[in-house]
C-alpha cells in the first residue's frame, strides 16, 4: 500500500469526516487509546538540537511536548506530526534504523522517531507528515465552516 492510501485510509478510520476541531481530534485519539493525552510546551526544546516535537507513550498517559513558537500553525503542525505517528501506530517497529550506539540512554523507539523527524527519505516520517497535513487541513476546514456558518446564519 501507498502512503497516500495509507494517510487516507487512516483519516476515514478516525471517522470525524472532512471536518473536525482539534479538540475533536483530541478526544477521538484518548478514546482510542483508552488513555489521556498531554501537550505540553518546552520553551528550551529544539533551540540547540531542531528537535520539534517528541512524543512519549506512557501505560496511564500519552505525552506530546513541543519546542515554543510564535505561530499557533507551526506549533500545531508539530503536534499533528506526533499525532499521525499515534494514528499510524509507528513504534517499535520503525523502519528507519540508526545505529544504538548513537543515544545509549535513549529508548530505541524514542531515538528512531526523534532522528528520523528530519528525515524525509524515510516513508515512516513522510507518512506522518503527510497525515499531519491532511489533519491541518481538515481542522481549518472545520474553523473555515463555522466562521462562514456564522457569517452567514448570524
Known amino acids: 500500500m501507498n502512503i497516500e492510501q495509507t494517510v487516507s485510509m487512516a483519516v476515514e478510520d478516525l471517522a470525524l ?22 501537550i505540553v510546551e ?4 529544539g533551540q540547540y538540537d531542531g ?25 500545531q503542525q508539530f503536534v499533528l506530526h506526533e499525532f ?6 509507528h513504534g517499535d517497529d520503525d523502519d528507519c534504523l540508526y545505529d ?11 531515538r528512531r ?3 528520523a523527524r528530519q528525515d524525509l ?17 481538515a481542522i481549518r476546514g472545520s474553523a473555515f465552516a463555522e466562521s462562514r456558518y456564522l457569517e452567514i446564519f448570524g
Open 42 to 45: 518546552l520553551s528550551d526544546l
Open 51 to 75: 528537535v520539534c516535537a517528541i512524543l512519549f507513550m506512557y501505560d496511564s498517559e500519552d505525552l506530546v511536548l513541543h519546542a515554543q513558537t510564535d505561530s499557533v500553525l507551526h506549533r
Open 84 to 89: 499521525a505517528h499515534m494514528i499510524l501506530d
Open 17 to 38: 469526516g472532512s471536518a473536525f476541531t482539534f479538540d475533536e481530534l483530541v478526544a477521538v485519539l484518548q478514546r482510542r487509546r483508552g488513555k489521556s493525552l498531554r
Open 100 to 110: 544504538d550506539v548513537l543515544l545509549p540512554d535513549i529508548p530505541p523507539s524514542l
Open 113 to 115: 522517531r526523534v532522528l
Open 121 to 137: 527519505d524515510c516513508e515512516i516520517e513522510v507518512a506522518a507528515e503527510s497525515l499531519a497535513d491532511r489533519l491541518a487541513a
